[in-house]
């Protein structure tokens, strides 16, 4: 099958290699465009969520002695708040990403991809962090 596909291939001109080529990556963008969406939600809601949880423990233990919780307290909201901005600076730089694979510039387009990959991957890593920072904190006091 690989055979009559490349013969095939071979019979059309650049002009149509050139477009077969654009519709198949047109074809695979929704796929794509699918998992930085959900990509770009996930870092949002574990970063955010933690966030909102930590405020409401933080809530709870406002009326114990609370001096000793609070410094790991605030180094993991920092975390999560620095996780959560990721996910917006993941977002534009997709967007930035896309327009450029659109002007058919694909090397500028390759680097803000991985940009926005290493800005997702530092997201994840500071919620883990900032979970590991809450959960020794917890433990220690």
Known sequence: MTKEKDAWINL???EQRFELAKISIQASMPLIDSFANTGIKVIMMLNGGAA??????LGNIIITDYSKWIYGIV???????????CSAIVAF??????????TA????GDCFRT???????????????STVIVGITIRCY
């Open 115 to 129: 940009k926005a990959m290493l800005i997702a991957a530092i997201g994840i890593i500071l919620f883990v962090t």
């Open 75 to 85: 180094w993991a909201l920092g975390g999560y708040a620095i996780g959560a901005a």
């Open 105 to 108: 510039i694909d090397k500028r």
């Open 12 to 14: 059309l001109s650049d």
């Open 52 to 57: 909102i949880a930590i405020l409401a423990f």
């Open 93 to 102: 730089l997709a967007y930035v990403s896309q327009s450029e694979y659109n």
